[in-house]
């Protein structure tokens, strides 16, 4: 059975830090690139950081880029978001994406780990 689990969530005050953890299994963990997105109360899902299945190259949302670092442990079959300098507009639901880095109709979604950025 395929899952995605993430964890890490939780209220933390702005310019505070959080570290996300999405763990996989069900899959070959290392031919998946993976991926962070979010949404917003009102909003829709944007991409937030991504990773390729080695980890050698990673992107980032320019929202958050300098603040925000995704890495990953092929060894544990888990993607990380380390998440510094929070601000009130982080505040989102965010989501574990994993897409094969070959087959386009193999991709796969966690459920979710509110962050809420409050004073």
């Known amino acids: 059975q395929v899952q995605l689990v993430e964890s890490g969530g939780g209220l933390v005050q702005p310019g505070g830090s959080l570290r996300l953890s999405c763990a996989a299994s069900?899959?070959?963990?290392?031919?998946?690139?993976m991926s962070w997105y979010r949404q917003a109360p009102g909003k829709g899902r944007e991409l937030v950081a991504h990773?390729?299945?080695?980890?050698?190259?990673?992107n980032y949302a320019d929202s958050v880029k300098g603040r925000f670092t995704i890495s990953r442990d092929n060894a544990k079959n888990t993607v990380y978001l380390q998440m510094n300098e929070l601000k009130a507009g982080d505040t989102a639901v965010y989501y574990c994406?994993?897409?094969?880095?070959?087959?386009?109709?193999?991709?796969?979604w966690g459920q979710g780990t509110q962050v809420a950025v409050s004073s």
């Open positions: 994406y994993g897409e094969h880095a070959f087959i386009a109709t193999m991709w796969y």
């Open positions: 069900g899959f070959t963990f290392s031919s998946y690139a």
């Open positions: 990773i390729t299945p080695l980890g050698p190259n990673t």
